[in-house]
């Protein structure tokens, strides 16, 4: 028999990214974030400041992990940069690499920085009121270029779970977000390595899985 879940509404305050009724949150500190950025003596030099200071934060509303329900929340980041590179999430590919996800942004400028499997960067601007599809297959990475927090709405299928390794494996994204003359601009990653076609081939191979009966 099927089981009614209660509706559910949740309060944003996109000044704080603060979410009311969340089910569930977790911050990410600096010292969490160790490896993440190209310039690790800029890292340690910010250690004795940092070291506890929360970089991100998520918020989150999970009904359930079944297929078909959502999974929606806040995060917020704090403005910042780690030697000239600013700062981001740890980015993640769907461990169901064909779900998607949609962010709406709710205050400051971020940025979201997408990678197909095959390597094609795409990034683009979120500011409130912005809504950003990142579609399936495609590594996402939000950065902070401003000098505010960042907060952000997203919501995803509650089956798409999170896969960190991808990045680890290529040497991190291809592209890292640094400052500009006016502004931020992308850099090509020197460590970055192509995926072999048998991984790409693999993570295409993962389509919609139907629901038992
Ligand atoms: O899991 P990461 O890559 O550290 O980034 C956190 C962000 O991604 C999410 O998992 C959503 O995909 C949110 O929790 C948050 O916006
Ligand atoms: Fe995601």
Known sequence: ???LFEPTRCQVDPSTG???NAT????????DLDGLYADAAAFEAMR???????VYEVSEFRPTEQPGDLIFGVTRMAPGKVGDEYFMTRGHIHKQADRPEIYYGQKGHGLMLMESPEGEIRILPVH????CYVPPYWIHRSINVGEDDLVMLFCYPADSGQGY????RSGGMRSRVVTGDEGWKAVDNPDWRPRD???????YARQSRTVPA
């Not at 390794?165 to 680890?168: H, S, V, Y």
């Open 18 to 20: 603060a979410m009311g």
């Open 1 to 3: 028999m099927t089981r």
């Open 24 to 31: 569930g949150s977790y911050q990410k500190r600096f010292l």
């Open 197 to 203: 076609a048998k991984l790409i081939s693999a993570l």
């Open 128 to 131: 409130a009121q912005t809504v």
């Open 48 to 54: 004795a400041t940092w070291g506890e200071r929360i």
């Open 165 to 168: 390794e991808i990045i680890a």
